[in-house]
């Protein structure tokens, strides 16, 4: 019986990726990161579609080549049509179309947020467990906080969604202010594994239903650090570690507290996270802990699959194929999309 074997290309930020999937197993996942934004201390939009350019055949071929196929064994390309930045789009866009038609093979269009909900189903051996249907999944990345309630592979709704700041700008801001490189996430993350989350206090929201915001936080914790400065000069030096435990333990405390309400009014009891933010120690503990004492099912991804990657891409590619869901060659790439 042959297999359905798909191409996955992910370039919708900084990030070129391929993966290959077969019959839903993952052969192959490469991802070149770009490193030329760091000086910047943010992602600039036309270096990282050049970057992109550079990147994607070594990528693809490399991804191709650790799969153990050849080019001709594929059935289809799916690709990252938005949301993300349109420069970085068109070049991954581009390509799976130029490919496809040089192998006359289908392509099909991915919404990187299904794309990250969808992540938790690559397998990689065959008898991973994936989520049943329907499920929550609390997607937080840098440009998204949102509460999703998974019916089906395409059947997704929002309950609740940032209205200001994602979760993982709230980190990258307030570890700016810090004095701490771009991405801050990450450098949080490593700093408050050696804190004192109870000894600041920063504001949380009151914001009614399921919606998230974050720039209050984000104000309080520079009018806190604002404030302490002005008194010692070296202030956030000497208190970096308890500065980001109690900072990451607030998102964490206003993520839960939607989340927990999102439980509540839906009686879902399976719990899915993505997006880089899932890569945080203390959100996946506390999501695990929430999950356990709640009896919940939780599905807390592979810190591999939490970033922007092309296996979610090739995934959530392959349920629309096996529907033969496929995109024209006229169809062009978004840079905003909801679920
Ligand atoms: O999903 P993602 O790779 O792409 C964008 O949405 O751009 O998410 C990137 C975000 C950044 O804000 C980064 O700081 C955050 O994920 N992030 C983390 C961690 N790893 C990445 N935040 C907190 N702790 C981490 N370990």
């Known amino acids: 019986m042959s297999q359905t074997i798909i191409l996955g290309i992910e370039s919708s930020c900084d990030d070129t990726s391929a993966a290959v999937i077969a019959d839903g197993l993952l052969l192959s996942n490469v991802i070149a990161s770009q490193s030329v934004h760091e000086e910047y201390g943010g992602v600039v939009p036309e270096l990282a579609s050049r970057a992109h350019q550079q990147n994607i055949v070594p990528v693809v071929d490399t991804a191709i080549k650790r799969a153990g196929i050849s080019k001709k064994d594929l059935s289809a390309i799916a690709f990252t049509r938005g ?3 349109l420069g970085s789009l068109l070049v991954g866009t581009s390509f799976a179309k130029g490919m496809s038609l040089g ?9 990187h947020l299904h794309g990250h909900v969808l992540s938790h189903f690559v397998r990689q051996q065959a008898d991973d467990e994936v989520p049943e249907f329907p499920f929550l999944c609390l997607l937080i990345s840098g440009g998204n906080s949102q509460i999703i309630l998974v019916r089906d592979f395409n059947d997704m709704e929002v309950l609740g969604q940032t209205i200001d700041d994602a979760a993982g700008e709230a980190f990258d801001k307030c570890a700016k202010v810090m004095g701490l490189p771009y991405p801050g996430g990450p450098h949080i993350d490593r700093l408050a594994a050696q804190g004192d989350a109870s000894r600041f206090k920063f504001a949380k929201p009151h914001i009614p239903g399921l919606d998230y915001s974050f720039s ?34 607030t998102i964490i405390d206003i993520l839960l507290d939607k989340l927990s309400k999102a439980v509540k009014q839906t009686g879902v009891k399976t719990v899915a996270i993505g997006g880089g933010v899932s890569a945080n120690s203390g959100v996946r503990a506390a999501v695990a802990d929430f999950c356990k004492r709640k009896n919940l099912k939780a599905f807390i991804p ?9 296996a979610m891409v090739a995934i959530a590619g392959y ?4 529907k033969g869901d496929f995109c024209r060659y006229d169809e062009t790439p978004y840079a905003r999309v909801s679920i």
């Open 83 to 85: 949301p993300g930045l």
């Open 319 to 322: 349920y629309k194929y096996l």
């Open 216 to 249: 209050g936080l984000k104000t309080s914790f520079l009018y806190t650090l604002r404030d302490a400065v002005a008194a010692d000069p070296d202030f956030v030096k000497n208190n970096m570690p308890d500065l980001a435990a109690s900072l990451q333990r």
């Open 103 to 111: 192998l006359r093979v289908p392509i099909v269009d991915v919404n």
């Open 302 to 310: 592979q810190r591999a699959f939490t970033t922007d990657n092309a």
